[in-house]
Each structure stands twice: as C-alpha cells, then as structure tokens.
C-alpha cells in the first residue's frame, strides 16, 4: 500500500467525467448518480446507474443492482475507487437489462387473422355508434 492520497474532490470530479462519457454512448445508455446519503446505514458517497427500462423485465433485471456506497469514515482512503465504481455500476444495469428476456411487442405479434378481426370490430363498432348511418356523426338521407 502506498502513501499516495487522492483528492476526493477531484475523484468525483473525474467520475462525473467519466459518468458523461459513458452517457453519450449509442446503445442503451445509463444515468449515473453520484449523491451524498445522510442519516440512515448507507450514509456516505453513493453511486448509482439506472438504464431507462422498455419493459417490465428490464426494470426487474435492474432491481438491487447498480449502486455502491463509500461510508464517510472510509471516504478518504477510498477516494481512487470512485471512477472504477461508476464502471462498475454502469457495466451491472447494461449486463442485467442485455440478458433481460425480451419482450415481444403486441403490434409485432399481431397475424393477419386478428388484424382482420380488428378490422371487423371497427366496422362494428361504427355501425353501432351511428346507428347503421354511414359515418359517425353524419346522417343519410334514409332518416
């Protein structure tokens, strides 16, 4: 162990850095949190990364996942470790919502017959609504 003291000013600095870069990324990217937690058993430095959930199993895949937290007793001695956290966290959430299983979207697995029979419910629905009068809001001259 060195003698070597990083700054936890600058530490933060450099993963905030770090938590943009990783933001602009293309594919799926995650927001990094780095927030001061008071008061209660995870009271110190926390970081957190979340990716923005398309669906229910991606939210799930994320739970309990994504965060670490520095006590402030263990803050200074620590200091190095915050930009490899936010790697840490940021590689957790894009793991857990890749290896999420995917879910089929219902406009995608729609087969000809129920576009057809939706089809049919719209043009049952406008007879109903119009009283078999042409189109809603409008009336023939049978009336």
């Not at 995650?30 to 926390?46: N, P």
């Not at 000809?112 to 629905?125: K, S, Y």
Request: glycine residues 10%; proline residues 4%; hydrophobic residues 40%.
């Amino acid at each position: 162990m060195t003698d070597e003291v990083t700054s936890v000013g600058r530490a933060i600095a450099t993963a905030l850095d770090r938590a943009e870069q990783l933001r602009r990324l293309p594919d799926r990217p995650a927001r990094v949190r780095i927030m001061t937690v008071f008061g209660d058993d995870r009271s110190g430095l926390t970081i957190n990364a979340r990716i923005a959930a398309r669906s229910p199993a991606e939210l799930r895949a994320q739970e309990g996942l994504g965060t670490r937290c520095i006590p402030w007793a263990e803050l200074d001695a620590r200091a190095g470790e915050i930009v490899g956290l936010v790697d840490e966290v940021v590689r957790e959430v894009t793991l857990a919502v890749r290896d999420a299983p995917a879910t089929q979207r219902p406009s995608h697995s729609e087969t000809d017959v129920e576009i057809e029979g939706f089809g049919e419910l719209v043009d049952e629905l406008r007879v109903t609504l119009t009283g078999g009068h042409g189109r809603a809001g409008k009336q023939t001259q049978d009336q």
